[in-house]
């Protein structure tokens, strides 16, 4: 983990995957406060879409084994459902 915090310390302050990486480990690991940091940093306004994809698939399958962090995976599933669902532009429907 300590790398993935170095790499976004670092001249990659913007790299979503090392942010994404940061959160998953740390949730893997029940490492609270890393996982919050994780969070925040992949949730920037420039993380794409087929980003949260890829981590939501990556939970999902953790969390169907039933690995040991269960929770704490739920918990960052949850906390990155929303966070996409908030990044999406919303459209008008003029009505």
Not at 74 to 81: F, P
């Amino acid at each position: 983990m300590q790398a993935l915090l170095e790499r976004l310390s670092g001249e990659h302050p913007q790299d979503y995957w090392a942010a994404g990486d940061l959160a998953l480990v740390a949730a893997l690991t029940g490492d609270g406060p890393a996982m919050k940091k994780g969070v925040s940093l992949f949730t920037a306004p420039s993380t794409p879409s087929f980003a949260y994809d890829a981590y939501l698939k990556t939970l999902t399958m953790l969390i169907a084994a039933g690995h040991p962090q269960e929770r704490r995976l739920q918990t960052l599933q949850g906390n990155l459902s929303r966070a996409k669902a908030r990044s999406l532009p919303h459209v008008d429907s003029g009505m």
